[in-house]
């Protein structure tokens, strides 16, 4: 009888093990098309009260608790105080603080947050207000930590009953007892072994998935504009980029923080002599807009880089007229069109080094390098140590690459120009309180087999 018992007991644990294993792969959840992770810092610039900011929003390990939100300069300020305002979507609670914008370290203002989910950080400088979208997301317990203690907790337990049982001569109760001891054990064992294998779950906050047609969604329909139609030189102006969805007529709100913006928007004029590369600010659901200033007359082409979650990176591109006589101070404009390359400066007053281009005559449809030297310590801008804008002369083509991760101060990109001609270019990088220009032309070579 005692051996049928084992035996018995021996078949009872092997069905448990099958059903524990069976139980831990069923409990696995499926891994989402857009993973988010928790306590990770949001970052987001934003070209506000005549500067380049950017807004730190830190990961937050738990909520109710403290949210921490910071703005770094990358371009001087004087004094420039930002008030936050963090509101729920969810239930509209509403906290206010204050911070300063600091050119290194960003001073933090500390805010307090009730509930996980979808919020709204509206974020004021001078007098325009931006209001940027965010989640606050924390990490749920995790299913296989309660399966990991809860099975040594259960041997435990199932331990002692042994003990006390085997003391009292009840072997086959005894065995019993242990054999669900060492199923506890098996549990702990596989889900320390398989849980790094299963894909995690998403965070307490995070949106819910929607299915979306195969695929992902369709590119935003988008219109820029300029308020006024017409801009005078030397005189403020609103550009601003309305984004709808084609298929349903609503605005596209769910653009994704690529590089650190939500879009990326330069703007040139033809000849290439007046350059900006800004950051605008979400103001609705579904529209962007940025203040600057053309120093001259003449035709100017605006390119605005975005991309919709789900979706993929796209560019929208609009031309428009500045009128007036007046040619401004001068102080927004890049210098680039018919110089000569060894002839640029950068923006922020040294002279710049030109450009090194190896082949020295790029041939289209082939990698070129450029390689220049930066007149400081370079800091992260954009998520970058560097930044290469490049455009066709007719305005047709704008690529945007980034620097190769070189060590010290010198800085090297990779482009391949598609065809030949002419095309104008900037590089660009942050040092310690300002973003440095570097505008150039590069003339390129039609390929032999292409002859």
């Avoid at 060492?182 to 596989?190: E, F, H, I, L, Y």
């Avoid at 979706?311 to 500045?322: E, K």
Wanted: hydrophobic letters at 45%; a neutral charge; aromatic letters at 4%.
């Amino acid at each position: 009888m005692d051996v049928l018992a084992s035996q018995r007991a021996r078949l009872s644990m092997i069905r448990l093990l099958c059903l524990v294993a069976v139980l831990v792969l069923a409990c696995a959840t499926p891994a989402a098309a857009h993973n988010v992770s928790a306590g990770a810092d949001l970052r987001i610039a934003q070209t506000i009260a005549g500067t380049e900011l950017t807004v730190v929003i830190k990961g937050t390990a738990r909520v109710p608790g403290p949210l921490r939100i910071g703005v770094i300069a990358f371009q001087p300020v004087a004094d420039l105080p930002v008030a936050l305002e963090v509101r729920s979507v969810e239930d509209g609670r509403t906290v206010t603080g204050v911070t300063g914008a600091a050119a290194r370290e960003p001073q933090y203002a500390q805010l307090r947050v009730e509930r996980t989910g979808p919020h709204e950080l509206k974020l004021r400088a001078g007098n325009e207000v931006a209001v940027v979208p965010f989640r606050v997301l924390v990490e749920r317990g995790s299913g296989a930590e309660f399966l990991i203690y809860g099975g040594l907790f259960v041997t435990g337990l199932l331990l002692v009953g042994g003990l006390l049982t085997g003391a009292l001569a009840r072997r086959n109760t005894a065995m019993l007892l242990s054999g669900g001891a060492a199923v506890g054990v098996t549990v702990a064992v596989m889900v320390i072994v398989f849980e790094p294998m299963l894909p995690a779950g998403p965070p307490d906050g995070a949106a819910p998935v929607a299915e979306t047609q195969a695929g992902g969604r369709p590119f935003a329909q988008g219109r820029v504009e300029t308020a006024p139609a017409r801009p005078a030189a030397g005189e403020e102006f609103t550009l601003r980029v309305h984004l709808t969805d084609g298929s349903t007529g609503r605005p596209v709100d769910d653009l994704a923080v690529h590089h650190e913006a939500l879009a990326h928007v330069i703007v040139t004029s033809e000849d290439g002599r007046y350059f900006r590369h800004v950051h605008p600010l979400r103001t609705a659901p579904g529209r962007l807009e940025v203040r600057m200033r053309a120093d001259r007359p003449g035709r100017y082409l605006a390119h605005a880089e975005l991309e919709r979650e789900d979706s993929g990176g796209q560019l929208i591109t609009t031309r428009f007229s500045v009128g007036g006589d007046g040619a401004g101070d001068g102080s927004e404009a890049s210098g680039a069109g018919d110089r000569d390359p060894a002839a640029s400066q950068a923006t922020g007053g040294e002279s710049a080094a030109p450009p090194r281009l190896q082949p020295a005559a790029p041939v289209a449809g082939r990698p070129a390098t450029i390689e220049l030297d930066a007149t400081g310590t370079v800091r992260p801008w954009l998520g970058m140590a560097g930044h290469l804008i490049v455009r066709s002369q007719d305005g047709a083509l704008l690529g945007h690459v980034h620097e190769m991760g070189s060590s010290g101060t010198r800085l090297r990109f990779t482009f391949s120009f598609p065809e030949a001609g002419r095309y104008l270019a900037w590089a660009q990088y942050a040092l310690a309180d300002r973003i440095v220009t570097v505008p150039f032309t590069v003339d390129v070579k039609a390929s032999e087999t292409l002859r």
